[in-house]
């Protein structure tokens, strides 16, 4: 298991910008971190962000050559801040 950061890569890759920073609620016990803190899993076919608190999976991701599979339902929300100039 690493942390969030794991994943700050990928997740960059797929929104365009630096995401580990992004606060997320997690739907099962509503716990609200940075996803830089949550738990990652990299050694499945993709990757997982697991809860830091109950261990819920938040989100998946698998990458295939034709698409990014993403699914969030671990997640009742996911705050990403505007860049002020």
Do not use: K, W
């Not at 630096?18 to 050694?43: E, F, I, K, P, R």
């Not at 050559?65 to 860049?83: K, S, W």
């Amino acid at each position: 298991m690493l942390d969030g950061n794991a994943a700050a890569g990928l997740l960059e890759e797929l929104f365009g910008r630096d995401m580990t920073m992004s606060l997320s609620h997690c739907a099962h016990c509503g716990n609200q971190g940075a996803l830089a803190t949550s738990h990652a899993y990299v050694q499945a076919p993709g990757f997982i962000l697991r809860c830091a608190i109950c261990e819920a999976v938040m989100l998946r991701i698998v990458s295939t050559p034709d698409a990014y599979f993403v699914d969030a339902r671990g997640m009742t929300n996911l705050r990403i801040p505007r860049y002020t100039a």
